[in-house]
């Protein structure tokens, strides 16, 4: 095909104007000249008794609008909001509770300082924060730890309340 000079598009874009003009006016003209139907209500003998008095007041007044019955009906409390935010989220099931774990003794709050030897009976110097104990075996230390053993290089103290034996370094014999 071949390319339309600037004068020639333009001949053509009015002639198309021109055209669809005319069929509007033609269209137009043909419209003005049809018949009027006009709608017959029906009979009132085929609508139920519960209707009849609508169709009376419609067809007394079809022009007026009944603005009572536009207005919104109150539906109470089964209105759903359509707009709020929906969330997925469905939250991880709760932990499994931890095993219960056997009581255990609190760590020793003792401090080693030194001990001393006299005839196979062994005296144990410990600390405690501010305080200073001598202690033999089968000595009771503030209610709470009993010295159970001294062998060695090693004290055995049980923890009273939960009846538990503890062991604690001491230092080689003097």
């Not at 004068?7 to 006016?25: E, F």
């Not at 006009?38 to 007026?64: F, G, K, L, M, Y």
């Not at 095993?99 to 300082?113: Q, T």
């Not at 060695?152 to 049980?158: K, R």
Request: glycine share 4%; no cysteine; charged share 25%.
């Amino acid at each position: 095909m071949m390319a339309l000079s600037k004068t020639q598009r333009w001949m053509v874009l009015v002639t198309a104007l021109v055209l669809t003009l005319a069929a509007v006016r033609w269209v137009s003209a043909d419209a003005e000249s049809t018949d009027v139907i006009e709608v017959v209500a029906p009979a009132h003998a085929s609508i139920a008794p519960a209707n009849r008095q609508r169709a009376a007041q419609t067809s007394e007044a079809p022009n007026d609008i009944q603005l009572e019955r536009l207005r919104r009906r109150d539906t109470g409390s089964n209105v759903r909001e359509i707009f709020t935010a929906k969330s997925w989220y469905v939250p991880p099931p709760p932990p499994k509770p931890a095993a219960e774990l056997p009581p255990s003794a609190p760590p020793l709050p003792f401090v080693y300082i030194g001990k001393m030897v006299e005839e196979e009976k062994v005296t144990v110097f410990l600390s405690k924060q501010d305080r200073n104990y001598t202690v033999k075996e089968g000595d009771v230390i503030d209610g709470t730890y009993r010295i159970s053993s001294i062998k060695g290089t090693l004290m055995e103290l049980t923890y009273i309340p939960l009846d538990i034996r503890q062991t604690m370094q001491i230092g080689e014999h003097n």
